[in-house]
């Protein structure tokens, strides 16, 4: 079963006339963030630029972080035992339907897990599954295949990364004097959330495969690919010198990558189970470095690697300067209040739903938002004698739910893919119309519960 073209075609087509690239889209989230906060906050020209400066460096240590993520991922990828498991994975699917439900529901599953591990690996296993679809002769539209990797990471607020759940249930968070600790068993492992999560996943692994195209309009994987894909990194071990030697013992990267490894499972026996980026980040260090088969040819995995990472280093500023402006000059707060004020008890959840969508599209950032729009809704929650784990899920499905229109998230999945914006957004328009009605579903029924 297929949706009908004509539903799906005027979102490619918007987004192909109309939506900008990546960066221009930040350089216009900022000049709209800008107009915004002089029309609806009492800030002035000079103190909203002032908050955009001060804000610019705010995701410099993210930045490093999603940088090494990306280096180490598509280095990982690339090593003989991930590319030999990446093609079992890719050989699984028999017909196209198929694969898009794959690559959909790994990511999705990924995401749960943590958030960059969902974009990452849903990003190779989208490409990995086009390269043996091709092999096989099985057309499949690649910017569908990406497409519904980023159509998983609309979940990704409700697994273990969750960076609103989580912060709420650690002792000293700055609400804990009006909401106390809420354990993750009543929001991320919470029954209802789990059911919402199912409901989500279901349904982007059958929509996905319904969006597919005809044959006729079905761009399949670059080749370019293909050989980028078969190309092995073999090191010269021609000259028999100390310097060369050493350049190909495996001795030296094995260490590294098993030192690293047993380092992050003694801090795990020690402070218990924990996922952050820094994790993931030495997790795929570690691991690559123990697959790779020289430090000679780790290096140069992530040499190949470094293209990648361009678009992230020069557009996270600018949303950092967004975020900067959104908090400083209380712009976010604004928007909060906006649905606060017409919310009711039972309608309340829905309301920091919607408000954390629309700021998310001007602020990417799960911890960040939760900053801006906990306090507020919490207070509400207290007033309206609402269960303020609901405000929590609300919050964190409205951070997730608007990625599939922002682009900040698509920037390390896209630069694995290979494609442009452009190719894929069209088809997680749909996936937002999708979600947002199971999304809003759940906080209404959880709120007359």
């Not at 994975?89 to 959909?104: C, D, E, F, K, W």
């Not at 690697?305 to 402006?325: D, E």
Request: aromatic letters at 8%.
């Amino acid at each position: 079963m297929k949706i009908p073209a004509w539903l799906i075609k005027p979102f490619t087509v918007m987004v192909e006339r109309y939506y900008p690239d990546p960066f221009i889209f930040a350089v216009l989230m900022s000049l709209i963030t800008f107009v915004a906060a002089l029309l609806f906050t009492d800030a002035t020209p000079n103190s909203a630029l002032i908050a955009w400066g001060d804000g610019l460096p705010a995701l410099l240590t993210f930045t490093a972080q999603m940088s090494i993520t990306l280096l180490a991922a598509h280095a990982l990828a690339h090593t003989d035992r991930v590319q030999k498991i990446l093609r079992a994975i890719g050989s699984l699917p028999r017909n196209a339907a198929s694969a898009y439900a794959l690559v959909a529901c790994s990511a999705g599953i990924g995401s749960l897990i943590a958030w960059a591990l969902g974009l990452i690996a849903g990003a190779t296993i989208a490409r990995q599954v086009a390269i043996e679809c091709s092999r096989r002769g099985i057309k499949v539209h690649y910017p569908l295949l990406v497409a519904s990797a980023y159509a998983g990471f609309v979940v990704w607020h409700m697994g273990y990364s969750s960076s609103a759940g989580l912060f709420v249930a650690t002792p000293g968070h700055t609400l804990e004097s009006s909401i106390g600790i809420i354990p993750i068993t009543d929001t991320i492992f919470s029954l209802s959330n789990g059911l919402v999560v199912l409901a989500t996943l279901i349904a982007i692994t059958i929509v996905c495969p319904m969006m597919r195209p005809d044959d006729k309009e079905i761009i399949e994987v670059d080749t370019n690919l293909l050989e980028d894909n078969n190309q092995e990194e073999r090191v010269d071990k021609s000259a028999n010198t100390l310097a060369t030697k050493l350049d190909n013992l495996r001795l030296l990267s094995l260490i590294p990558g098993l030192t690293l490894l047993i380092y992050l499972a003694s801090s795990m026996i020690e402070k218990g189970f924990f996922l952050t980026l820094d994790v993931v980040n030495w997790s795929f260090i570690g691991l690559g470095l123990l697959l790779a088969r020289s430090p000679l040819h780790y290096v140069r995995l992530i040499e190949k690697a470094s293209t990648t990472i361009g678009p992230i280093v020069l557009q996270y500023p600018f949303y950092a300067g967004v975020l900067g402006m959104m908090i400083t000059t209380g712009l976010a707060g604004v928007i909060s209040d906006w649905f606060v004020n017409i919310a009711s008890d039972k309608t309340l959840g829905l309301a920091a739903f919607l408000a954390a969508g629309i700021v998310n599209i001007f602020v990417p950032s799960g911890g960040g938002q939760w900053a801006v729009q906990g306090p507020i809704f919490t207070e509400a929650a207290m007033q309206l004698n609402v269960d303020p784990s609901i405000i929590v899920l609300a919050v964190a499905y409205g951070d997730q739910w608007t990625n599939m229109i922002q682009p900040f998230w698509t920037i390390p999945l896209l630069a694995i893919a290979g494609l442009h914006l452009r190719q894929i957004m069209g088809y997680t328009v749909v996936i937002l119309l999708v979600t947002g009605v199971i999304f809003a579903g759940g906080l209404l029924i959880m709120g007359a519960g």
